[in-house]
């Protein structure tokens, strides 16, 4: 929300309540303590909202900023994980077999981890490569 709106608006209520007092006092005084408790009241709540509205338009930004900033890497991470467990399989099929010791080959993530990033993966929206 562009703040010089919040401004004007803001100001415009506090003069139509601020010329409401006015007129309110020289014609009825007795209900010019009512009047005011309401201008506050509602002058309150527009600050409010003006805050919320404010807060949460930063929020989607941060939102976007991060879902950009994802752009499909964690799609690309697992396949290459998976590519390059294959490849090591690969290469370590190739070597003679001799009575070394074995070497451990198994994925650093366990395979419902890796589901896991994938489904989450997946739910992320995607965005075209800056």
Do not use: C, W
Not at 3 to 22: D, E, P, Y
Not at 72 to 84: V, W
Not at 102 to 129: G, K, N
């Amino acid at each position: 929300m562009n703040k010089t709106v919040v401004f004007v608006t803001f100001a415009a209520l506090a003069a139509v309540g601020l010329i409401g007092a006015v007129v309110l006092a020289i014609h009825r005084p007795d209900a010019t303590a009512t009047f005011t408790g309401l201008i506050v009241t509602v002058l309150g709540l527009a600050a409010s909202a003006a805050g919320t509205f404010y807060a949460l338009g930063k929020q989607g930004e941060k939102l976007d900023t991060v879902a950009k900033n994802v752009n499909g890497n964690s799609t690309r991470m697992l396949d290459t994980i998976e590519q390059q467990q294959v490849q090591i399989q690969a290469l370590l099929s190739a070597l003679p077999a001799n009575n070394a010791t074995p070497v451990d080959t198994t994925p650093p993530m366990s395979e419902d981890t890796i589901v896991r990033l994938r489904a989450d993966a997946d739910r992320l929206p995607r965005h075209a490569a800056s």
